[in-house]
């Protein structure tokens, strides 16, 4: 049923590459290489710790729902 | 001032006679006093009613006692007016008894009656002093003793002399001061109660400094490693179900975030967007041409008009003109007499040169076309006033070309540094290169008028003598059409160049043929022996009438310009060989239509392969009524073209043959020559015989320009569009006199906007459509 989900994923057009991260920002499981892999968990993980806890200090019943980051080239979303 | 019991009259000269109250006559100051008889006053209200004077007063008059009512002259106005009534006998007895005795008491009544004591003039008499001369003796002042003179005099020359001032301190000299010292003076002291004082708090600051120590400088450095779990590990935590629930929670929105990313495009730049729609609806920004350079050359161009202008596909900034002999209309025809004062040229200019040209390119006869090589922009076909067709290479100036700006600064400097004038017009002599042609068509074959229109044909075929087209892999472009007024359209092969060698041995060879040292050897063997491919007649075959094509236009005429340096990269060596007919494909889905401009005004829609053969379709449509002076394509539609002639241009889609799509009207001065603009595809120029430019925008107004600008004050013979760059688009306008002026197409009228393509594609489709209902009406009101 994992696999169905992120196939499900995947299989959307326009999606690049898919990445599953645990909470200590390891990557488990991924369609990159592992360098480009390891390079976005270690940038994006931090980056979603601070936001979502930058949304809970706003509204401490508020939690982060999808982080999506647009860039001129790429659009990454994080959930 | 009221007083309850006087009411003040104004008594008229009129009603004065009556009561015999005149003032100054019976009345007087003195004698103000008046008793009327009630009886009479009575009478005067019932004759004069309202007018009367004691009008106001009647209810006092009727309720009065008494048989006589007093009236008192009031000379000065004290209760109102000039006259008052005293409305009760009392009051009445009051004022006739007491003014007479009470000058001394006051009245009741608070009546104040006025002394007026009789003028008595002053009298002399005797000073009496009263003991003020003394003072005024004592306040004088007198000279006690008598005054003493004194005269004071010194030589004349010690007056103005320098002084010098010198300093000397006072304690020194004995007795010069006397000083008055302060001393404590035992009478008196006075005891201080209360004292101001003021406190601040400042804190206590202290600097210190310390350095630490740096025993011995180390570089530390750290080197990691990124965590990593093990395959193992990551089965295991891909299989936990706390990921099969995070995932089956999260997937959903996953999945609309990637849906909205379908349904709208996301790197759409929203700002850019309103940007750009601003700038096209709002307000009326300036749309204009601004004038960016000019060319003039008054020793090649003198008296000589522009027949043919354009622009160096490759190197940023060159233009080439054509001259030609300015003849009027009927020397045109007759093309007799030539006179040759002037060598016909075709000149180079640059951007950064604006007073000498860079290049110059001899021609045999005047040119009244010409086209760079497409594929080859060092090769230049031109057409000649005689019917010839000339060629030049000019590779060996392409790197001056391209060096124009250094080139330019260089002769410059040198002109400053000469002195004599003289000696300058010889260097400007040796600086301008001329070209000479390479290859002229030869007389007998060639065109029997002048040649008015010369293309390349694009690269991707070649006709042979069969009719049947070929494709041309070497991607060179090797084959011209030219058409001409005297019915016929050629068409030319151009053999693929061969590059000159400076090798000695090779100089025997070409010693046979007499040449100039410097023009380069290519096409040696066509100079005067070029014979034309196919040559096409064009004619009804019925009535035997024939065209005289001013301008052709085939539908595969879109240039892509190569650089030069792809051409370098081939083989250098390459002999001169003839297309062979072997590996080559046929191509069978060319479109082979073309459209002809002719001299009497008609524009002839004709296939070649078909006039090869013998049979006719072709259609003719009579719309302009001079010769037709532009036919261009579309840069953006493929199958829409412009015409011009005369007084009106037309708009034609290949297909429809009802005619045109767009007609204008006869405009006022006569159109010379149109373009249609390279970057918007529903805009337009056309220049006219005046110098104007008109600026035809079909999306704004159909029916007339949209803008035109004045250029110059003679006839414009010849517009050129070109883009430089993504921020500069220019207009090349040459005139009759000789001059070129390149104009730089503002913002409005080279950036489409977003749908313009669209539209204007919408706006042909409609004007079609509305010519089929045209004709569908004409065919049933001609049924009935």
């Given at each position: 049923k994992v696999e169905d989900i992120l196939k499900r994923i995947q299989a959307h057009?326009?999606?690049?590459a898919t990445m599953v991260i645990n909470d200590e920002g390891v990557?488990?499981?991924?369609?990159?290489?592992n360098s480009t892999t390891v390079q976005h968990a270690g940038l994006l993980h931090p980056l979603t710790m601070n936001v979502r806890s930058a949304v809970r200090h706003l509204d401490p019943e508020n939690d982060l729902n999808l982080l999506r980051i647009r860039s001129k080239k790429h659009e990454i979303m994080v959930a | 001032i009221g007083h309850p019991e006087f009411f003040p009259l104004v008594f008229t000269t009129k009603t004065q006679e009556i009561f015999n109250c005149r003032v100054d006559e019976d009345v007087t100051e003195e004698n103000c006093f008046k008793l009327i008889r009630k009886d009479d006053i009575i009478q005067d209200l019932k004759a004069r009613a309202a007018i009367s004077d004691f009008h106001p007063v009647k209810n006092i008059v009727l309720e009065y006692q008494g048989e006589e009512l007093l009236v008192v002259f009031d000379p000065k106005f004290q209760y109102g007016q000039n006259f008052y009534l005293v409305a009760s006998e009392e009051a009445k007895e009051n004022l006739l008894k007491p003014p007479e005795t009470a000058e001394e008491k006051e009245a009741e009544n608070q009546e104040e009656t006025l002394e007026v004591c009789p003028y008595k003039p002053p009298v002399h008499k005797p000073w009496v002093s009263l003991g003020s001369e003394k003072e005024v003796e004592e306040e004088s002042v007198k000279d006690g003793v008598t005054k003493i003179k004194y005269m004071f005099s010194r030589v004349r020359r010690k007056f103005g002399a320098p002084i010098t001032f010198t300093d000397k301190n006072a304690s020194e000299v004995k007795d010069s001061y006397i000083e008055c010292t302060s001393y404590q003076d035992k009478a008196f002291s006075i005891k201080k109660l209360e004292k101001d004082m003021g406190v601040q708090m400042v804190p206590r600051v202290t600097e210190a400094s310390t350095q630490t120590t740096w025993t011995y400088p180390k570089n530390a450095a750290t080197q990691y490693f990124p965590r990593q779990l093990s395959s193992e590990e990551k089965e295991e935590s891909l299989s936990s179900e706390k990921l099969k629930d995070f995932l089956t929670s999260v997937h959903l929105r996953m999945e609309i975030a990637l849906q909205q990313n379908e349904i709208m495009n996301a790197f759409f730049d929203d700002w850019k967007a309103l940007a750009e729609d601003e700038s096209s609806s709002g307000g009326k920004p300036d749309v204009y041409l601004k004038a960016y350079q000019s060319f003039v050359d008054l020793r090649y161009l003198k008296d000589r008009t522009i027949s043919c202008i354009c622009w160096h596909p490759t190197i940023y900034g060159i233009i080439a003109v054509s001259a030609r002999q300015r003849l009027s209309y009927e020397e045109q025809f007759n093309l007799s007499e030539k006179s040759l004062l002037q060598q016909p040229v075709i000149l180079f200019w640059s951007f950064f040169d604006p007073l000498h040209p860079q290049l110059m390119l001899e021609c045999p006869e005047d040119i009244c076309c010409f086209q760079f090589s497409p594929s080859d922009p060092n090769i230049i076909a031109g057409g000649c006033i005689n019917g010839q067709v000339v060629l030049w290479d000019i590779s060996q100036h392409e790197e001056k070309l391209q060096n124009a700006e250094t080139v330019a600064d260089e002769v410059k400097m040198t002109t400053v540094n000469m002195v004599n004038v003289p000696t300058l017009n010889v260097l400007y002599n040796t600086e301008l290169p001329l070209v000479r042609y390479c290859a002229v068509s030869s007389i007998e074959s060639c065109h029997k008028k002048p040649v008015t229109d010369i293309h390349w044909l694009p690269d991707c075929f070649e006709d042979n003598q069969m009719g049947a087209t070929f494709e041309n892999r070497?991607?060179?472009?090797v084959q011209l059409v030219t058409c001409s007024p005297d019915c016929s359209i050629l068409f030319w092969d151009v053999p693929v160049p061969k590059l000159p060698e400076p090798s000695s041995e090779k100089l025997e060879n070409y010693a046979?043929?007499?040449?100039?040292?410097?023009?380069?050897?290519?096409l040696k063997n066509l100079d005067l022996c070029w014979k034309p491919l196919i040559k096409i007649d064009l004619h009804e075959s019925d009535t035997t009438k024939e065209y005289g094509p001013t301008r052709i236009n085939l539908r595969e005429l879109h240039y892509h310009y190569k650089t030069s340096e792809k051409l370098h990269t081939l083989s250098p060596q390459r002999e001169v060989r003839t297309p062979s007919s072997k590996n080559r494909r046929v191509l069978e889905n060319i479109s082979t239509g073309f459209f002809v401009g002719t001299e009497d005004g008609e524009i002839v829609y004709s296939d070649w392969v078909i006039e090869i053969k013998g049979q006719n379709h072709t259609q003719k449509y009579t719309i302009h009524t001079e010769t037709i002076n532009t036919l261009q394509r579309s840069p953006f539609f493929e199958d829409i073209i412009l015409s011009i002639g005369g007084r009106n241009f037309a708009i034609w889609k290949e297909g429809v043959t009802n005619g045109p799509i767009l007609q204008s009207s006869c405009s006022a001065g006569r159109n010379t020559v149109g373009r249609w603009s390279l970057t918007r595809p529903g805009v337009f120029f056309i220049g006219r015989d005046d110098g104007n430019i008109d600026i035809w925008d079909l999306l704004k107004k159909t029916h007339k320009p949209s803008h035109f600008q004045h250029i110059c004050k003679s006839t414009i013979t010849s517009i050129s569009p070109w883009i430089s760059s993504t921020k500069q688009h220019f207009l090349a306008v040459s005139d009759d006199l000789g001059a070129l002026h390149v104009l730089e197409i503002c913002q409005m009228l080279s950036h489409p906007s977003r749908n313009e393509h669209a539209s204007i594609l919408d706006y042909f489709e409609r004007e079609v459509n509305y010519l089929k209902y045209c004709e569908q009406e004409f065919q049933e009101f001609q049924a009935k």
């Open positions: 057009s326009g999606v690049i990557p488990i499981r991924t369609t990159l290489d | 070497d991607e060179i472009r046979l043929f007499d040449t100039a040292p410097d023009v380069p050897d290519t």
